[in-house]
């Protein structure tokens, strides 16, 4: 494991106040731990704080909401983004899934208080509840249109909505345990949805029918992702003429986490096995990040690096903190991790610098979402954050 570079979570609001002061500290496997002190000085003549820091670690650049500080022992450097706002009345418990519309002016979540809520990203305010799964409801996406969204929980259910009015006109009824992700084909005619139930299902969404079962093992599968692969990859011929409601399976590769450890990759289209990758733990959550690259985080905190053309051995594997990997998003040429213990990383393919979004005080972060410059993320302490990443 890397070095790990940690901060006080409020650390912005702390250092605002006269004299106020927030702990940093370093720690890096099978070494003893480094802990400092961060103190404000007062603000500056550009109106940001002044920071002095104990003399293990050094404070190269203060803003109102981002702060970057080294520790040259160790020889690791970090920015910290604090949030730009935070909505507390969205859900009442565990904010467990999120996504934003594709206009960026919509977000829609679900909690362990077993509601889907529809709500503005300028202020938080509550549009629609979306009532009719029981249970607990694991996750949700917006459809292209933005004007639909896709839910799926505890029920097994996956469920199909109208933003407009709130209602539900489909339900898709199939998996035999609780649906764990979804996934959306192309513009949303087809969309796929993994379960405890150790499948993938290829759905109609027109017809509420079920085009193809994926995966026949008992293994709850954890996440899912679609990606354009690259022509060079061999993906497969269907075995059967395919129904002519599936649209848009042609050049796809579906993703795999499962909870045996393994990832797997499929060709959407020819329901054939692309690649098995046998991990470290169980995989929570997947993602591709190119045509040929896919990402996959596991419960002890590794992320691999795949290239799908040659997948039996890792470009990478990295691990910040040994905390479970809870959600991987492809961002700018980079990616956004979040982890159980409520860090968030942002890597960037053509840069050394590493953002850390702070704020979750160790609760596990669930989701994390971009939208442009906007990043969101949902939280065990029932808080939806907004981050605004201005200078990337």
């Known amino acids: 494991m890397a070095a790990k570079l ?27 731990t480094i802990y400092g002190t961060l103190k404000s000085n007062g603000n500056g003549p550009d109106g940001n704080p002044e920071v002095i820091s104990s003399e293990e670690f050094v404070v190269h650049k203060v803003t109102k909401k981002n702060i970057v500080v080294s520790c040259p022992r160790l020889n690791i450097s970090r920015k910290f983004v604090s949030p730009y706002t935070s ?18 002016g919509l977000g829609v979540s679900t909690s362990t208080d077993q509601t889907i809520k529809i709500w503005q990203t300028n202020n938080g305010e509550i549009r629609r509840v ?21 839910s799926g929980g505890m029920d097994a259910q996956v469920k199909i909505w109208s ?58 599968i954890n996440g899912i992702a679609v ?55 169980a995989f929570n959550c997947c993602t591709a990040i190119s045509s040929v690259g896919v990402l996959a985080g596991a419960q002890d905190g590794n992320i691999f690096h795949l290239d799908i053309r040659n997948p039996k051995i890792p470009i990478e594997t990295i691990n910040r903190t040994g905390s479970p990997v809870l959600s991987l998003v492809p961002f700018k040429d980079g990616y956004i991790a979040s982890h159980g213990d409520g860090s968030c990383f942002i890597t960037q393919q053509y840069s050394d610098e590493v953002l850390q979004l702070t704020g979750p005080d160790c609760e596990s972060l669930y989701k994390v979402v ?15 954050r907004k981050y605004q990443l201005t200078d990337l």
């Open 227 to 281: 990606g354009l692969a690259d022509n060079a990859v061999n993906l497969g011929a269907p075995k059967e003429t395919p129904s002519d409601r599936e649209v848009g399976t042609e050049g796809k590769l579906l993703i795999l986490a499962q909870e045996d450890k393994l990832l797997k990759g499929v060709g959407l289209h020819s329901r054939e096995s692309i690649f098995v990758f046998e991990g470290s733990d």
């Open 130 to 150: 979306l009532e009719g799964h029981i249970y607990d409801v694991y996750c949700c996406m917006f459809f292209p249109s933005g004007k639909v969204v896709l």
């Open 6 to 32: 940690s901060i006080q979570s409020d650390w912005d609001q702390v250092l605002r106040k006269p004299e106020g002061e927030a702990w940093i500290s370093c720690k890096i496997a099978g070494k003893p």
């Open 163 to 220: 933003v407009d009015d709130g209602s539900c006109p489909v339900t898709l009824k199939g998996h035999k345990g609780g649906v764990l992700d979804l996934a959306i084909v192309d513009r949303g005619r087809n969309i796929v949805s993994c379960s405890r139930d150790g499948t993938a299902r290829l759905w109609d969404c027109g017809q509420a029918s079920c085009i193809a079962v994926i995966g026949d093992s008992s293994v709850p």
């Open 87 to 104: 909505f507390s009345r969205v859900h009442s418990k565990n904010v467990t899934c999120m996504d934003i519309s594709s206009g960026g």
């Open 370 to 384: 971009a939208f442009e410059k906007n990043i969101y993320t949902c939280c065990r302490d029932g808080l939806i």
